[in-house]
């Protein structure tokens, strides 16, 4: 050691002394190249150096020419006669360089007088003398009988130090019957010898085999080395584990923590039991760098980092792991494994954001500048270029007036009701292989707008309600949402009042709740149906409303009797019939006719007789008509005493009842008596000219209205009714929005038919014509039914008699025809 140290000092002060004087004098440089083979003996010329250098031999003691060596070993000298350089002591490449594929050594030849440098490299050839060896000059194996033809086992590979075509070339296998070679090479160029099972094994006829594994390099004086195997053939366990994927790629990134997961190994083993067990373990013949950087779980397969992965030191890694089964013989497969170091981008983006408002109104514009964000990434050249993000979907954009700093903007409508706050994600990734990324998250709020109106649950709505009902009785509720908050939300309720009729006399809603409630008694016989607006207001600026449509339908209540208007009730309460004395059976005495102010079914009458005389006559239950039961003789009494007793068909029923004194006229009286006896017979006999009459007639008048309906819609769209009611001497004129509507309505309520002509208008005024017909009644008559202007509604229809009846509210008019 001391020597060398000597030899180094000595060294430094002679390049001190060279380049001092390569300062002071000229100098020339030239550099020289040669080669030798390792192994040369001492003497061996080299290079013919005086004449490459262009001097004489005989100046080489004048001008002191000396070798300095790089290193302490002096391989070379210079023959003083010759002035060759020579070999001076015997080189082994292999200790010299290794496994380098280049080996050169430096020298430098020094001149003096003048100072002259010279550069020489001498490369080292390879020669071949090392023959490849085994570590173990014998390796057993246990195979199982079981084993199937292809499995494999992997051998001892030979070392050889040569280089080039002097390492090693082939493995060669004695000659055998059961089991074949393959040779293996890897990525770095290492060959492995792998035994291979060529036919099934048969330990009761071979029980043991010796093979010799032969490695021969590749020099022009071949040489080799050979290994011993012994094979030992076991039973039972025949099935070897197997990894899903035998080879396997993994990128494993630099710097990796210690316990950090490269990849978990995944094998299975068709046995049961002990022999299906399998545990994972490294190749034997695994490099000493590879134990000391990664780690394999026994159990799990697992392959973790235990040292430090330095992509600089090594860019991937071969690994082998074995799986062995717990079988006797066990059993093993084996996995190849390249692991790939990853250089990293390891600085994360830094994300700085200044939120302009964390609250902004929902009906700002597109645009707004919402937030800035500044973005810094330590690292340089693409790994330090950033980009910025926003999750897709959001109605934002990103915009970069320059590197570094980003605005965030809105980029459309935003609407509260759909999402009142955003969660903003702002991811920033760098440009690095792989990408690093950072993000940060803000929450921006939508201050509401009164932009959306009040709506009411249904557009319109219904309700039935009986007349007769208490005042301030509830009849529906109304409601409506509005999607805005606050006071944009808060709705209240009012009834709007539309037409002449002022419909808070009828109603009265709740502002707050909805609740309509009904202000007075309602009366089916004036007013069945009408019809109001509810208005919902929020207390936006401006306020927003929405209107919707009740319809209340008034129902009928049977709370009217019948009441007789033909005959006229006379001032005692009897009623004076003359029947002729010789009448004979089914001869009309006469009608009685009752009205009933309801409608509907609760105006459907029935009539009966009663008292000591009623077998003398029967009476029609819907017509009224009073005719005899049989032939009157002269023994029969002048004067029948009946009751007609009247019920609607409400329920409960109300009734009406009158006296009728029937009296037999005398017999002297013979052309009365004809009279009367031909107008008895007359009911009993088909009138077939009056129904063809009457049918003409009921035509005539249907097609006369219709023509009065079609010209009043004509004239009330030219606004000729307004000219025409002036005329007449109307105070005003409807307005076109008051104009009736007038329509054919065919009722076929209870056994009564007949067709009407409804004319309503908007200030609940209606006109109503019913020309009708009794299907009982062996006659039928034409009823015209008119409501006043002063009513609020007229009913649609009066139950219809034998007799014509014009009826105007308040008072009766009787028309006999």
């Known amino acids: 050691m001391e020597s060398k140290e000597l030899f180094r000092r000595s060294l430094d002060w002679a390049a001190i002394w060279i380049v001092l004087n390569a300062l002071c004098f000229a100098t020339r440089a030239s550099e020289l190249l040669y080669s030798t083979a390792e192994e040369s003996k001492p003497g061996t010329i080299v290079g013919h150096l005086t004449k490459d250098l262009g001097m004489e031999v005989q100046e080489i003691l004048p001008r002191e020419m000396r070798i300095i060596s790089e290193s302490n070993d002096k391989y070379f000298d210079v023959d003083l006669t010759s002035g060759a350089l020579v070999v001076k002591q015997t080189m082994d490449r292999e200790s010299m360089c290794g496994g380098s594929l280049h080996c050169h050594i430096r020298i430098q030849i020094s001149l003096q007088s003048p100072l002259d440098m010279h550069s020489v490299t001498v490369e080292i050839v390879d020669v071949n003398d090392n023959a490849p060896h085994f570590q173990s000059r014998n390796t057993s194996l246990e195979v199982s009988e079981a084993a199937a033809p292809g499995t494999m086992f992997r051998l001892e590979s030979a070392r050889d130090p040569d280089v080039g075509v002097n390492s090693l070339r082939a493995y060669f296998l004695s000659q055998n019957d059961c089991f074949t070679l393959k040779v293996e090479t890897k990525s770095d160029g290492s060959k492995i010898p792998i035994l291979i099972v060529n036919k099934p094994l048969d330990r009761e006829k071979t029980s043991e085999f010796r093979l010799i594994l032969t490695a021969v390099d590749g020099g022009s ?49 068709a046995d049961q039991g002990h022999n299906g067990e399998i545990s994972f373990s490294f190749d034997k013949y695994t490099p000493d760098n590879v134990l000391k950087l990664f780690s394999v779980d026994s159990m799990t397969g697992e392959i973790k980092v235990t040292g430090l992965v330095d992509h600089e030191l090594a860019e991937v890694y071969d690994v082998t792991i074995l799986a062995r089964d717990k079988g006797m ?43 800035l964000i500044k973005v810094r990434d330590e690292d340089t050249g693409e790994n330090g270029e950033v980009k910025v993000d926003i999750p897709y979907g959001l109605p934002f954009k990103m915009s970069s007036p320059y590197k570094g700093l980003f605005t965030l903007m809105t980029d459309g409508q935003l609407d509260r009701e759909a999402l009142a706050e955003y969660t903003i ?20 709020r939508l201050s509401d707008v009164n932009d959306n109106p009040p709506v009411f649950s249904q557009p319109s709505y219904s309700i039935d309600i009986a007349e007769n009902n208490a005042p301030n009785a509830p009849l529906l509720s109304v409601s409506a949402s509005d999607p805005d908050v606050g006071e944009n939300s808060t709705v209240s309720f009012s009834i709007l009042e539309t037409g002449a009729l002022g419909m808070s006399s009828y109603v009265y809603i709740n502002p707050a709740s909805g609740q309509i409630y009904a202000m007075r008694k309602f009366d089916y016989e004036q007013i069945n149906a009408f019809q109001f607006v509810v208005q919902v207001l929020d207390r936006g600026t401006p306020g927003q409303s929405s209107n919707a449509t009740v319809h209340v339908f008034i129902k009928d209540q049977n709370d009217h009797p019948p009441v007789l208007i033909y005959p006229a009730p006379p001032s005692d309460g009897t009623l004076q019939f003359l029947v002729p004395s010789t009448a004979g059976l089914g001869c009309l005495v006469n009608r009685v006719t009752f009205v009933d102010g309801d409608s509907g079914h609760n105006a459907w009458l029935f009539y009966r007789i009663s008292g000591p005389d009623a077998e003398m006559f029967h009476i029609g239950a819907h017509t009224g008509e009073l005719r ?23 329920r409960p029923s109300l009734s009406a009842s009158v006296v009728v004194n029937v009296t037999q006229a005398e017999k002297s009286s013979d052309a009365s008596s004809e009279r009367r006896s031909s107008n008895s017979k007359r009911p009993t006999e088909p009138d077939l000219t009056l129904y063809l009459i009457i049918t003409l007639s009921f035509i005539i008048a249907v097609s006369f209205l219709v023509i009065i309906v079609i010209a009043v819609r004509w004239l009330g769209h030219r606004g000729y009714i307004g000219c025409l009611m002036q005329k007449l001497g109307f105070k005003h004129a409807p307005h076109e929005h008051q104009r009736n509507d007038l329509h054919l309505q065919l009722n076929t309520d209870g056994p009564i038919r007949y067709v009407e002509v409804v004319g309503a208008s908007r200030d609940f005024h209606k006109h109503t014509y019913a020309p009708g017909f009794s299907t009982i009644s062996s006659r039928s008559d034409f009823v015209f039914v008119k409501a006043p202007q002063s009513t609020l509604s007229m009913r649609l229809s009066k139950r219809l008699f034998t007799h014509s009846l014009m009826k105007v509210r308040g008072n009766y008019a009787l028309v006999y025809i």
């Open 628 to 650: 005899t039961a049989r032939k009157l003789t002269a023994e029969d009494k002048s004067v029948f005493s009946l009751t007609v007793i009247v019920k609607d068909n409400g």
């Open 425 to 444: 994600t702002v991811i920033a990734t760098d440009s690095g292989s792989p990408p690093r990324s950072s993000q940060e998250s803000f929450v921006l």
């Open 329 to 371: 013989p066990p059993m093993e497969g084996s996995c190849n494994i390249k692991i790939e170091i990853i250089d990293v981008n390891d600085n994360t983006p830094a994300i700085s954001i200044n939120v302009v408002s964390p609250v902004i109104s929902e009906d700002v514009s597109s645009g707004t500048v919402v937030a």
């Open 221 to 269: 004086a071949e040489k080799s080395g050979n290994s011993a195997i012994f094979i030992n053939i076991l039973d039972v366990n025949d099935n070897a584990p197997h990894f899903h994927n035998p080879t396997k790629r993994v990128a494993l990134l630099e710097n990796s923590p210690h316990g950090t997961l490269v990849t978990t190994l995944n094998a299975s083993d």
